[in-house]
């Protein structure tokens, strides 16, 4: 708009300029093709001289009008240019937090999982631990000696509700007391 508001006062001087010249060199025309009335040949090459300045002052503000036209023209398609990147840059930006939400979204649902998963391993932990010191506390109160390899290998059918274990110590009756005590303890 600036650039416009000082073409257009560069351009309304100019006219004015070339306004007062005109009328200025009219006035002096005439006055000159008064006094010089009897003259013909100088005063036909004045009057050829002045037509021809005021031809080329005509075709100066042609000139000028047409390259004012183009300016203005210029500076339209640089304000849509404009408009346009400004636009493209907007849905850009938009795109970018959308994506960002969309992998913060995801990072806090992996987040929850991992923090459900990890309960579930401490809950786990934790029962598998109280399971072990009940085994254990059976093993020594009824004075069985069940060894860690046994009891792996002991833990092959999970399709049946019963345990199987290899005794080393006791009878199997003995065994038997033991699953009984550790069933009602649990």
């Known amino acids: ?17 070339f306004a007062k010249l005109y009328e200025t060199r ?29 031809e080329t002052l005509v075709s100066k503000i042609s000139e000028l009008e047409a390259a004012n036209l183009k300016l203005n023209q210029k500076i339209s398609d640089l304000a849509q240019d404009m408009e346009d990147q400004n636009s493209n840059h907007k849905a850009q930006l938009a795109a970018k937090d959308d994506e960002i939400k ?19 391993k ?41 345990i199987h274990r290899v005794v080393t110590q006791n009878s199997e009756s003995n065994f038997q007391k033991k699953i009984t005590v550790s069933q009602t303890q649990l």
């Open 1 to 17: 708009n600036e650039l416009r508001d000082v073409y257009d006062k560069q351009m309304a001087q100019n006219r004015e300029d």
């Open 122 to 162: 401490v809950a786990l932990d934790m029962e598998i631990a109280v399971f072990r010191r009940l085994l254990e506390s059976e093993e020594d109160r009824l004075g069985i000696n069940i060894g860690d390899d046994s009891f792996d290998e002991g833990m092959v059918d999970h399709s049946t509700p019963e």
């Open 26 to 54: 009219v006035n002096e025309l005439q006055s000159h093709l008064a006094d010089e009335r009897g003259k013909a040949s100088s005063s036909t090459q004045s009057l050829s001289e002045a037509r021809n300045r005021i």
């Open 102 to 120: 969309r992998l913060l979204d995801e990072l806090n649902n992996q987040m929850n999982e991992y923090q459900t998963l990890m309960d579930t």
